[in-house]
């Protein structure tokens, strides 16, 4: 690693280039207009940039790494009028063909030509599926985030992309990752006004993406300008809902539980030459819409043992507030710097800070809110990032770049807290009654970061050929501490830290390591486009992995785990039918180092001889995808696009556990490749262009996403229960396998006085196993819930005030308040009714079995109206 590091900081200080994903690229033919012959030496100029061309002997010119955005370009040469076409839009990694004809000067015409472009509806050079979202389509969208967006893509369920598991998906803010390799979720995202575009690539992917399966998603934030611009906006709202009845406290409408408050500023740093700055910030807070009842507190105790409930003890000292039970609480800074060097090179240095503060809804708790978890995150990455233009064609970005992400969960934050109860508060009640008394006794605590050296060097080494090689290094740091809390006989009834008992706990440093390097050519002909290129992969767990099964009374037999080695080819073509039509296919294998979690569970492999226990694996193999793509772009007219694509995905080594036996009954397991699914679908899409006051897209999916587990915990759990289940053999729906899916957006209004955006979706019921009383009475997942819908809006009007842009705006989520059934009682598949409660007994505990059997996290969310104003200068 080191050796890999050395050569690598060689690389990036001897050469110099372009930031791999994003960036995009400017090409095209200059030609006369009378006799359509080539222009030699005319030059191209981005305007507003220092980026430029001129034409060559044939004619053709190219301009490499642009930004995402609007543009103008003006074509101009010594005895021809010039011309300039305006609102030219760029998208990362896609080539945008601009062609020129040009008139002479000795034809009595303007001294200039003015045409203004339109965006393609068809992208030619497109090898597999991917959704660009600009800064402008993202206003007119009523999503809070990023997650949002992307859950509006076609063949993405709940953040599954193309039926994969969570966590193979590749989040990057600006190329740089922010995947957390611990959970393999998402640790930090960019804020909605801060991106210049949103890359989502649900379909196969090129070389120069590594450690995904199923997608990658590229947030492009903005950079400063050459003008100060500046956006303040805030919004408030709350859930206005008549489901009184399922949604406690739902009727008490506060506007403050809702709020956002954001803004942004660019421009040139004062009296430096060649600096320009971003910065945004955003703090934005929601009450929830699950609420509990504070009647009891952790340390209340009670007596429910009597058969006869007027002898009950019942020891509650609440206030009686509603507590919100899911909130979040969220807060994002992010800085950039850029530097203008030596005429055309760029120095960036980026900054992004996340806080997030939130709970999650445990229904036991519900008259007892104190005793759940609070739950901490905070995020952070910075980069450092040079790009050297070596010549027109030819030019390296490096980057330094630090990560990290601590995650923390406690119900109070000092484990000796005197009000942390004993544990026996939780058993005073039984069967099918809230708790009353008692809280969650874990302390969870870790933290995820890396160093990352990165390099990715483009060059346009013919006018068909674009080449890119990159190299990176990743040296990680894995900090975990998860303990106890104990409160007992054994500590005097005095709350203790407790570092022994459980499979989570742990106080450990691990320092994995991970390389890749990749090359890839897009070749660009008239008549076809190739992509194609190779990534290797290279990761070293740097842990000790078990040589044989775990005993009582025997020495744990470990010893080093061996480094793994990947190479994956990727394959994407595109080519012409007509001359409004591509078709593209394209073949590729994909690579994922299993999350952390998974490896580094229990790293010391501590024995539980008492109860069923899990110990990690750090000797675990890449999870594996081979997937196809098969796609039709077709222009029907000329404000209308249709696109059809096909896609199988073949999954292997995907990680689930084996059960052993330590020798007295009491099983453990560990994490094993065992688990496999594969997934096919098919995509319909329409999109009809801005025009006339009116703009619509609508996707349909069909899509089956089958395999023997979707948790890789399964056969763990299965053995749980009494007696334990028999593990699935067989291929069975996943957990999120959505048969059918409909999306549709409609934009209504001008873009300079008012707009209205309607979001429509629809989807099949996700599958469930039917059980009654904790036996499975079918399949695996071989039933389905019912079918969800939801409609969101969004409305604006433009204003001026003292001649600024100031809007006004309203989001309504779930306009219609449709009660949509997300979870369900496993024997009678609805969120409403279970047969549990004509066979659970009484319960032992202030509430009804009605009372209990309630469901409110069950259900979508209530409709939510926020509204809010937004002054741009």
Known sequence: MKRIISCFVLICFGVSALFSGSTGKIAGKVVDANTKEPIIGMNIVVEGTTMGAASDVDGNYVILNIPPGNYSLKASAVGYHPSRITDIKVSVDLTTKIDFQLTETTIAMKEEVVIVAQRPLVQKDLTSTSAKVSSDQIRAFPVEDVSGLVNLQAGVVEGHFRGGRGGEVLYLVDGIPVTDSYSGRSAVAAENHSIQELEIISGTFNAEYGQAMSGVVNQVTKDGGERYAGEVSFYFGDYISSKKDLFLNVNHIRPTDLYNIQGSLSGPVPALSGVSFFASGRHYYNDGYLYGKRIFQPTDSSNFSSDDPSKWYIGATGDGAFVPMNFEERTTIQAKLSFTLFGSDKLRVQFLNQKKNFRTYDHRY???????????????????????????????????????????????????????PPYTRKLAVSGPAFLAGGAEDLHLHRESRYLLLKADLVSQVTHEHQVKIGIEGKQHRIWIHNFGVENDQTTGFKPRPVEFGRSEFANTIIRPEQAA???????????????????????????????????LGQDTQVKQADAEYQISPRIGLAFPITDRGVMHLSYGHFFQTPPFELMYLNPANRINATEAFQVGNPGLKSERTVAYELGLQQQLTDQIALDVTGYYKDVRNLIGTQIFDIGNGTKYSQFVNRDYGNTQGIIISLEKRHSDGFSATIDYTFQIAKGNASDPNSVFLDNQTDPPRESQKQLASLDWDRRHSLNATVTIGDISDYTVTLVGRLGSGLPYTPAFQNQRTGLLNSENRPMV???????????????????????????????????????????????????SGNPRGINSIQEYYTRPDFYSAPRQVVIGVDLTF
């Open 789 to 839: 819908t939801t409609v969101d809006v969004y409305a604006t009007k433009h204003l001026n005030l003292f001649s600024y842009p100031f809007n006004i705006f309203m989001k309504i989520y779930n306009l219609f308040d449709t009660e949509n059934e997300l979870d369900v009682f496993s024997d009678t598949g609805r969120a409403g009714y279970s047969l549990g409660a004509n066979y």
């Open 366 to 420: 519900k008259y007892n809110p104190d005793g759940v978890y609070n739950n901490f995150t905070k995020g952070n990455l910075a980069n450092l990032s040079y790009t050297n233009v070596l010549s027109p064609f030819t030019f390296l970005e490096t980057h330094i770049a630090w990560f990290s992400n601590r995650e923390d969960s406690y119900v109070y934050e000092d484990p000796y807290d005197s009000r942390f």
């Open 517 to 551: 390097a990749y090359v890839q050519d897009k070749m660009e002909f008239d008549n076809f486009i190739v992509n194609i290129g190779v990534r290797f992969d290279y990761f070293n767990p740097k842990a000790s992995i078990l040589t044989e099964q775990l005993r």
